[in-house]
C-alpha cells in the first residue's frame, strides 16, 4: 500500500475517509491529536495524515506506533519541491473549482502579504492534485496554517472541511481570517470552553462551534492511581521534594515566573526541579537560574517518550505550571499535561489562565493562583511542599474529577458524531482488523 492508498471496505459507505491535515507528523508535544486519530480509526474511521512538516523530534510515543494511517508530507518549502508544485498547478488550473480557490487565496494575501500565505496556496494545491480518490472530507488540526490549507484544498477539490482549533490557533489568528473560515468550514471543534466562546461570537452560524474536551486516555494514565507516593516534605536534604513540570520553553508557559517563584522558597527547604520539554527559550532559562542561585536544583531532561514522562508523573511530589498570556496574544488552552499530572494522583499547583480554571476548581481539586505573580506561586509551592497530607487530598480529587469529566471517550463520542460515523462502521472496522 502507497503512502497515499487507503484500505478499502465497507465503513467507506457509511462515512467518509477523511484526511486530516496536520502541521507537524508525529510530534511528541502533540499526544493529544495523536490519541484522537488513534481512538477514531478503532471507532471505524478510514484516516489520511497529511503532513506540512517534516518530523523534527527523534523519539516518538507508543501510540504513533499503533497508528495505522499513513502519512503524506507536503512540501514544507514550495522551492525544495517546484516541480511538484507547478504539475499540481498545471492539473488543477482549469478545474472548476480552482479560480474560487485563487480569488479566495488572493484576497487572503492581500491582508497577509506573507511567504507562509504563499506557501500555504502551493500546499494546497499539491494536497488536492494528490488527494487519493477514496478521500471524501478534509479536516485540520489547528485554525491557522493547516485550516488554510485545507480550506483552500476545499475549494480546489468540492471536498467539505471541518476544524478543530486549540490554543495558540485561536488567540493569534487576526479575527477576519477566523471569522471567514468559520463561515466556510462544515464544523469547527474546540477544546475549552473559553475558546469556544469566542469562536461562537465570531460565527455567522454559532450551532458549527462545538466544544469537546481532548480528556486523558485513562487506559494509558489509569494504572498508577494506587501508587503510594513519598511523603516528602521538603526537609531532608539528601531526599528534596520534587517539583515536576511538563511544558514548551516558550513566553505563554511563564518558566521565567516558575524559577523567580522556586528562589524564594525558604533558604531551608529543600527541593528539586524537573522539567521536560523543548523549545527556544531553554538557554535563557537556563541564565536566568544561575542569576538567581537555583541552578545546580535543576533538571533539564528536554523533550522525552511517554513511558519516561509517565515515571515522572508517578515519582513527583508536585506538579507546578505558570501559564500566562504571551506579549503577542498566545496562550494555553486547557494544558493536556495537567490532566495526565491529575491522572496520576499528582497534585497541582498552575495559574488561574485561559481554560486551567475550567479543570482545576482551587483548594479543591488543586492550587491555583493569578497568572504573572511569582511571590503567590511560591507561597502556593511552599505550601504543597510543606504538607503531604495536603497533596494526597488533592491529588485524589484532582483524579476522581478527572476521571469523572475529563475522561478522552467523552470527547471521541462527540467527533464520532460529527464525522458521521455509526454503529455499523465500527463493527466493519473490527472486522477488518481481524483479517488483516
Excluded at 494546497?124 to 485554525?143: C, E, K, N, S
Excluded at 531553554?282 to 537560574?289: D, F, I, N
Aim: aromatic share 6%; proline share 7%; with cysteine.
Amino acid at each position: 500500500m502507497s503512502a497515499l492508498d487507503l484500505p478499502a471496505g465497507p465503513a467507506a459507505t457509511i462515512a467518509p475517509a477523511t484526511a486530516f491535515v496536520l502541521k507537524g507528523y508525529p510530534r511528541l508535544s502533540e499526544t493529544f491529536i495523536a490519541q484522537e486519530i488513534r481512538a477514531l480509526e478503532q471507532r471505524g474511521l478510514d484516516i489520511l495524515i497529511v503532513s506540512l512538516r517534516q518530523p523534527t523530534d527523534r523519539a516518538t510515543h507508543p501510540i504513533h506506533r499503533e497508528i495505522t494511517a499513513p502519512v503524506v508530507y507536503l512540501p514544507e518549502y514550495l522551492h525544495h519541491a517546484p516541480g511538484a508544485v507547478l504539475a499540481a498547478w498545471r492539473a488543477l488550473r482549469r478545474r472548476p473549482g480552482y479560480r474560487a480557490a485563487r480569488r479566495t487565496w488572493w484576497r487572503d494575501f492581500k491582508r497577509d502579504p506573507s511567504r507562509n500565505r504563499v506557501r500555504r496556496f502551493g500546499q494546497a494545491l499539491v494536497l488536492a492534485h494528490r488527494l487519493p480518490a477514496a478521500i471524501g472530507w478534509l479536516h485540520a488540526h489547528f485554525l491557522h496554517t493547516p485550516a488554510s490549507v485545507a480550506r483552500y484544498a476545499s475549494l480546489l477539490t468540492g471536498l467539505p472541511w471541518s476544524v478543530s482549533a486549540h490554543a495558540k490557533d485561536i488567540w493569534t489568528t487576526p479575527e477576519w481570517d477566523k471569522t471567514e473560515k468559520l463561515a466556510d468550514c462544515r464544523w469547527l471543534v474546540t477544546c475549552t470552553a473559553a475558546g469556544a466562546t469566542h469562536l461562537r461570537a465570531l460565527a455567522a452560524a454559532p450551532e458549527r462551534v462545538a466544544l469537546a474536551y481532548h480528556g486523558v486516555d485513562l487506559d494509558r494514565f489509569g494504572a498508577a492511581a494506587t501508587v503510594a507516593r513519598p511523603r516528602r516534605a521538603g526537609a531532608e536534604a539528601r531526599d528534596p521534594a520534587v517539583i515536576l513540570s511538563v511544558g514548551r520553553l516558550v513566553d505563554k508557559k511563564g518558566y521565567p515566573d516558575l524559577l523567580d517563584a522556586l528562589a524564594r522558597l525558604p533558604s531551608t527547604m529543600h527541593w528539586r526541579f524537573v522539567h521536560i520539554g523543548h523549545g527556544p527559550e531553554r538557554a535563557r532559562l537556563a541564565r536566568q537560574a544561575a542569576a538567581l542561585g537555583i541552578a545546580d536544583r535543576i533538571a533539564w531532561l528536554g523533550a522525552q517518550p511517554h513511558d519516561v514522562v509517565l515515571q515522572h508523573y508517578r515519582s513527583a511530589d508536585v506538579f507546578a505550571l505558570a501559564s500566562r498570556i504571551a506579549g503577542d496574544g498566545d496562550r494555553d488552552g486547557l494544558p493536556n499535561v495537567l490532566m495526565e499530572a491529575q491522572s496520576q494522583g499528582l497534585a497541582c499547583v498552575a495559574t488561574a489562565v485561559a481554560a486551567i480554571p475550567e479543570l482545576i476548581v482551587g483548594d479543591d481539586t488543586g492550587l491555583l493562583v493569578p497568572p504573572r505573580d511569582p511571590p503567590a506561586l511560591s507561597a502556593a509551592l511552599e505550601r504543597l511542599i510543606g504538607d503531604p497530607e495536603l497533596r494526597a487530598r488533592l491529588g485524589a480529587a484532582g483524579r476522581a474529577r478527572l476521571v469523572q469529566q475529563f475522561s478522552h471517550v467523552h470527547g471521541i463520542d462527540q467527533l464520532a458524531d460529527l464525522f458521521g460515523l455509526a454503529s455499523g462502521q465500527q463493527e466493519a472496522c473490527a472486522l477488518r482488523s481481524m483479517h488483516r
